[in-house]
């Protein structure tokens, strides 16, 4: 755990996916140390988003929370299997020094400072666990909290992007960033709809334990019915 914490705040602190690191193409990190980083992060958030239905008295509680804990850092990993190959052509396109391997070790990165911030929000949501009963409003809390670790990782990825374009070449370096906002949004899209796919992540205590739900709608029509009954 010591380790994993050490790695997560060397990355916090830009000491791993740095200008020098990346002028090299060469990062100071392993694939397995970032995994085992995301995985202990995302299991930690899962947890939490698991409790409520647990304290709820849910049927089936118990089993919700282990399968947050499982699920949340399976929807990062199998969107970084869906994303990975159109990131590392955008970057090759770009004339980016990252070969393949490096490009993967770039994204677990980005996915370790998502899963990081989503990891200190998990009080947060222990704390409006123990303090309503509202279904809607947790939902709505953990999309608001994914939504947040998401700009925050991509920034960071985006970031990282940025200074490997070629600065010489304005239209080149121009053009490089028009196709990684491009892959930005595939990313965020396909991440959204992965969680659809995953779900239920918080589980709804008034209905049985179910591993996933039928795939109806889609995510985003999905937050939108949510909100309205919040509201309603």
Do not use: C
Request: aromatic share 10%; proline share 4%; no cysteine.
């Amino acid at each position: 755990m010591n380790q994993v914490l050490s790695l997560v705040d060397r990355l916090l602190r830009g000491q791993v996916v740095g200008p020098e690191q990346l002028a090299t193409g060469k990062l100071d990190v392993s694939e397995g140390d970032l995994a085992k980083a995301s995985l202990a992060l995302g299991a930690s958030y899962g947890a939490f988003m698991g409790l409520y239905a647990a304290l709820q008295g849910g049927a089936g509680g118990a089993l919700q929370l282990v399968s947050s804990a499982v699920k949340v850092p399976l929807l990062f990993l199998l969107t970084l299997a869906v994303t990975l190959p159109s990131l590392y052509v955008f970057s090759a396109l770009a004339r980016s020094p990252l070969g393949f391997r490096e490009t993967l070790r770039l994204l677990l990165a980005a996915i370790t400072v998502n899963l990081a911030l989503l990891a200190s929000f998990g009080p947060i949501t222990g704390f409006f666990t123990l303090s309503t009963d509202s279904y809607p409003f947790m939902k709505l809390l953990s999309v608001a909290f994914f939504t947040a670790g998401g700009l925050v990782g991509l920034r960071f990825l985006r970031e990282a992007l940025s200074a490997l374009l070629p600065k010489s070449d304005g239209d080149k370096a121009e053009h490089a960033r028009a196709v990684f906002r491009v892959w930005t949004v595939i990313y965020a899209v396909v991440g959204a709809q992965m969680g659809w796919i995953l779900r239920p992540f918080v589980g709804n205590p008034g209905l049985p334990f179910q591993l996933f739900r039928e795939r109806e709608k889609n995510f985003f029509q999905a937050v939108l019915e949510t909100l309205g009954a919040l509201l309603s």
